[in-house]
């Protein structure tokens, strides 16, 4: 380990599928089973929380609030597999900060990727965190390919995670770090995706769908308590393999500032 580095630590967890009355049935046995898998899925977001948990130790709430993340998802996890979270640096530079985690399952196989690093300078605000939609909407229309509307914004709206919120999510990971306790205690990583995949969910009914992966550009830590305006934007669609797939660009503001964005992806119609 080059000199100055922070050691990360590696940890095992053991996975939890607390979305099971998710409107997202891809949750449930029944629907899961019917697209080929072995069991309900544990959310993306969930393992997602899982990957951050040593960075978080090891840095602090400075990780939290600086920083760009790519994770992938590339198997699924399912309740109660025996997960294996290990980290690797991939710089010299101790001011970039740059690690590898992983998630291994108890079969070797790797099923989530997380790539974090701390650039000398972040990458510029996407326009778009500026794009709102011109009027409210009434109703949530069944995702289709056809009603996804490349770079039309959604209407602006109003997200005030509580601390009993944050703590559900801060439960649900087991995780004791002290920075996400009290009533203006950070915003848990779960929590923050969560809030992803709720900003896709009041655009389009999605009967069943699997979260892909993630960019998220940290600028700003944000708080339970705080009041947060959410900008979401579809950026792209495609197909592969049968499946069809949505990208979604998110702002979350704070104080007038973009304090964290995020480029969602998913597949929100699974090949039969």
């Known amino acids: 380990m080059p000199a100055g580095i922070n050691p990360v630590t590696t940890q095992q967890i053991v996975a939890l599928n607390d979305a099971e009355a998710s409107e997202n049935r891809i949750h449930s046995d029944d629907i899961a089973l019917k697209y080929g898998f072995s069991g309900a899925l544990v959310s993306g977001a969930n393992v997602f929380g899982y990957l951050c948990q040593p960075l978080v130790r090891a840095y602090g709430a400075r990780w939290l609030g600086n920083g760009v993340l790519d994770v992938l998802f590339l198997k699924p996890a399912y309740q109660d597999d025996l997960l294996a979270i290990e980290t690797e640096n991939v710089g010299a530079d101790v001011r970039e900060r740059k690690h590898r985690t992983s998630a291994v399952n108890a079969e070797s196989l790797l099923i989530a990727r997380l790539d974090s690093r701390l650039p000398a300078k972040l990458p510029p605000i996407n326009a778009l965190a500026h794009a709102v939609g011109e009027s409210a909407q009434t109703e949530r229309t069944e995702i289709t390919w056809d009603l996804i509307d490349i770079d039309r914004p959604a209407p602006a709206y109003s997200w005030n995670p509580s601390e009993q919120d944050n703590m559900e999510r801060v439960n649900a990971q087991r995780d004791q770090a002290a920075l996400y306790f009290g009533?203006?205690?950070?915003?848990?990583?779960?929590?923050?995706?969560?809030a992803c995949n709720k900003a896709l969910k009041r655009m389009?009914?999605?009967?069943?769908?699997?979260?892909?992966?993630?960019?998220?550009?940290?600028?700003?830590?944000?708080?339970?308590?705080q009041a947060i305006k959410i900008h979401a934007v579809p950026i792209e669609k495609w197909e592969r393999k049968g499946h069809q797939f949505i990208k979604l660009y998110i702002a979350m503001w704070s104080d007038d500032e973009v304090a964290v964005e995020v480029?969602?992806?998913?597949?929100?119609?699974?090949?039969?």
Do not use: V
């Not at 009533?183 to 969560?194: A, F, K, Q, T």
């Open 183 to 194: 009533g203006s205690g950070l915003i848990h990583p779960y929590y923050l995706l969560d």
């Open 204 to 225: 389009f009914i999605l009967p069943a769908w699997i979260h892909t992966g993630s960019r998220i550009i940290l600028r700003k830590a944000l708080h339970a308590g």
């Open 263 to 272: 480029e969602h992806s998913a597949i929100f119609r699974i090949a039969a």
